[in-house]
Every structure is written in C-alpha cells, then in structure tokens.
C-alpha cells in the first residue's frame, strides 16, 4: 500500500519515468524467466535438446553396421524402429538400385537417391535445420543398399504432438523482448491513461458547470503529482468564487436592506419636518412659543437624520477591506475620565444615575496606542443604546479593567435586559430588538453591529448578556 501511495502521489513525469524503467525490467525479467524455465525443462527432458537427436544417430549407424545383413529385409522392420525414435527421425531403406525396402515417413525423403556415396545434407529453415544423412549398406566394400534418414536439429519433445510448442523456442530469445516490451507498454499505457482520465474528467465535467455558474460540486481528486495540485488549487477557486459570490448575494441583500431600513428612518423624521413647515406656513399667526416648539421639533428630526446618515456613512467606512485604524499614544484613564463626565450630562434628563469604575492592574499607567475615535464610537453606541432601553431613576456603570496586555470594558444598565432571541440577534446589522423588550423603534439597528464590527478591527470581541440582578451588560475585549 505505502508503495501505490507513493506511485501516486509522485510526479506524472516520475510516474512516466518508472513506467518506462518498470517495462523493461520486468520484460528482461519474464525473458530470462521464459529461458530459465526451457533450461530446466530440457534438465528434466521435457523437452528435448536440439541435438538431441542428431546424437542418436551415431548409435543407430553403428546399429545398422552390425546387423547389415538384416537392414535391407522388410521383416527387419520392427527391430530397427526400436532402434530409431522415429517420434523426431523419419527414414527410409532403399536397394542398390534406389528401390525403396520399407521405412517411416510421412513422404518421400528425397526425390533422386544418389548411390555413389555416404554423404549428410543440411538445409538452414526459419525455425529448425533439416538434416538428410545417408548410411550406406556394405558388405565385403560392395553396396547393397542405403538406409537414410531425415530430422531436425531443434528443440522438440518426446511426443511429436507437441511439438509446436517449441517449435519458435529459438526465436524466443529474440523475438520475446520486444512481445514483453509492447505488452507491458500497452499495459502501463492503460493504468497511465487511467489515472490521467480521473481528474480530468473532474477538472471537464467541473469547468462545465462553472460555465453555467454552478457551484454545487466537488473535485474529489487528491494527489500530490501535477494533476492533484492542479486539481487542488481549481477546488480553492471553486470554493472562493462560491464565497465571493455568496458574499456578493449577502452584499446585495444587505444593500437593498439597508436602502430599505434608510428610508423608512428616514420617512418619519422628513414627514414630521414637512408637517410642522406646512404649519407654519399655513399659520397666518404665529406667537413665540409656537414657533419655538415648531422649529425645535425640526431641529431635533434634522439631527436625528444627521446622526443616521452619519452612522450610514461610518458603517460604509469601517466594512471596506481598506479601512485601517489610526492608532496614537494615549493616556486611557484619563480619557475615559473625560468621557465619563460627559456621559455623566448625557443621563441627567432621564435622571439616571451613571457610574464610571476604572480598575488599572498594570504596574504604571503607561501610554496606550489605540485609535480613541474608534473606541468612542464603540462606547458612544453602547451608552445610546443603554439610555435608551434605562427606565427614570435606573442605574448605567461604564467599566474599565487595564491588564499587561489586554482591556475589559463594560456598559452595565438596570434596564429590561436581552431577551433569548436578543443574545442571537442583537449584534446584527439592521436587527432593531425583541418587540417585547424595545418601546421604540427610533433607530436604524446599526448601533451594536458597528460596535461589532469596530471591536472586530481591534482584534477583540464583544459579548451581551443579562445579570444576575436584573438589566443588561455588554462586555468589550481588546488585546494590545
């Protein structure tokens, strides 16, 4: 297994360079497998050496010496094949004269006999050579006759039968390479093109949907060669582009909400300007306080439409990738001291009490680098927002925890708390508060998610949640 994960994972070039390597070792190897087993066959005299019967032919020549007187009778017949294995030799007795005695063959040996002399004939064929040999039959220097006999010198076995299935042995040692070689070839050809169909299959079949903008898919295919990386990195685009486009969607959604939620704040305080202009100018009297209370009225819709665009406008600036806080030294005590005070004049006309707790647990009240504009718009928002849901005569505590290397505030109220489906909610653009829990709806729903998303930038978090005696907390962490 290690060794197919390691195949795989290689590059397409290796991959093509072990195949290569892997054909022609495992081709030499079946080609001395093949010769090594025809030796050992022949050990075993399975298959019988290609001399094996032309060293048979002294013995029968010395065979027909002795008995010949005999060799030219017919009813010799019997004897003499016992002598002769006629399985790989034919032959033939012939007369003084060229008349065939008798003999064993499938045909004529030869065409003209020539009686003159002993001689061997030798025809070189493709596969095997053909011997002829003529033994001549002498007695007292006169010949009587002539026994001839035909075989081959080649690779043969004891039963003729099967004789075909080394009848090319001696071409297999030429010819078997280059059968092993094409054979093994279109065999790692095969696993080759295999393993190259698989992820482009994907990569089409993946392309093709892209084209017709679907993204529900998958490149399953993993690798560490060419096609893996590749297949890896058209998966990340995958994956990327359904984010961009998901975002994209949610960007739009959001757009179209707050374009939505922009004009129905916007709505109320434009409809109550209008009201009181045409008042006035339908007014053919006007006494001071009339007028007062007219124009007091506009100025607070005017403010309260510029404190919307204002919070349209920061929202835009701080979700651009490019935004960037302005950090500067700054002594953060002191200047949550300052805020405080001024915190402290924005609860009197709902006459609730405010609390300002600064806890330092560092070793010297050093300098700070923090973007104080950011971190008042975050404490600014969190202070609007407890006024507002903190009944007359309640209770508002801003705290500050400072460590080595991170701050704690909270904003703790006595007002109604956060309902369960506040705490999911509550830090979400747009999202105005439980009906159960808000009184009004004098606010776009921005507040918390820019404070959200401004903590984010400091690379803190937030958290709501209710305490124990009743009223809500929202807790800021930022590191430094």
Known sequence: M???????????????????????VLSLSFTVGGLVLELWLINKEIILRADYYSSEVPKIEEYINKNKDKILNENFKKELENKIPTAGIEYEVVDSKGTLSYGYFKKPIVSKISMTKEKVTKTNGWINTKVIKYIPVLDS????????????????VKNPNYNWLVAYSDLYVF????????????????????????PLKQLMEGAEKIRVRDLEFNITYESNNELGKLCKSFE?????????????????????????AVAHDLKTPITIIKGHVEGLLESKKLDSYKLYKYLNLINKNTDRMTKLVGRI?????????????NDKECDLVDYIKELGMDYNILVQDKKINFTCKIEDFRNSNSLIRIDTYALSEILDNLMSNSVRFTPEGGNITLSLKLYLDKMIFSISDTGSGFSKKDTVNIFKKFYQGDESRSMEKNHAGLGLYIVKTL???FNGFVKAKNNVEGGGEVIIFIPY
Do not use: C, H
Request: glycine residues 4%; aromatic residues 12%; positive net charge.
């Open 313 to 325: 406008n920061l929202l835009t600036k701080i979700e651009n990738v490019d935004f960037k806080l």
């Open 2 to 24: 290690g060794k197919l994960r390691i195949m795989k994972n290689a590059t397409f070039k290796r991959q093509f360079m072990i195949s290569i390597i892997l054909v022609l």
């Open 175 to 198: 010819l078997a390479p280059f059968v092993y070689i094409i054979l093994f070839s279109v065999f790692f050809a095969g696993r080759f093109n295999k393993k190259l169909n698989i």
């Open 455 to 457: 903590v984010s930038k």
């Open 236 to 260: 990340d685009m995958r994956i990327d582009l359904k984010k961009s486009l998901e975002s994209q969607w949610r960007l739009e959604e959001e757009r179209r909400e707050m374009v939505g």
């Open 141 to 156: 220097n006169e010949l009587k006759g002539m026994v001839i006999l035909k075989y081959y010198i080649g690779n043969s």
